[in-house]
């Protein structure tokens, strides 16, 4: 099991960054491919990104792509989301997530999740 931990949240203006971190717990963290999805006010989970156990391969959902940038460094046991040119609607609660799948694509696809961090963007 691997327990997960937010971080890096927080209201910035439209056209701004954010660096989300995500710290996981255990000597396991490598042996997870991770990624990160969102869940804004009133809307079902959407996935938005998510990395391979070695950092190799990642995918993206569309909307995000060329915005948004995931990485991680095992040695850390973290992962990172690095969010570019924000715009109001990417306005949510940010979940972290571990998965035993080789490169997640769906919020399905994780195992464990994180608590979430909030990201609000203003107009």
């Known amino acids: 099991q691997v327990q997960l931990v937010e971080s890096g949240g927080g209201l910035v203006q439209a056209g701004g960054s954010l660096r989300l971190s995500c710290a996981a717990s255990?000597?396991?963290?490598?042996?997870?491919?991770m990624g990160w999805v969102r869940q804004a006010p009133g809307k079902e989970r959407e996935f938005v990104t998510s990395?391979?156990?070695?950092?190799?391969?990642?995918h993206y959902a569309d909307v995000m792509t060329g915005r948004f940038t995931i990485s991680r460094v095992n040695a850390k046991n973290t992962v990172y989301l690095q969010m570019n040119s924000l715009k109001p609607e990417d306005t949510a609660v940010y979940f972290c997530?571990?998965?035993?799948?080789?490169?997640?694509?769906?919020?399905?696809?994780?195992?464990?999740w994180g608590q979430g961090t909030q990201v609000t963007v203003s107009s």
């Open positions: 255990g000597r396991t963290f490598s042996s997870y491919a």
């Open positions: 990395i391979s156990r070695t950092g190799s391969s990642t």
């Open positions: 997530g571990a998965s035993r799948a080789l490169v997640p694509t769906t919020t399905a696809s994780f195992d464990y």
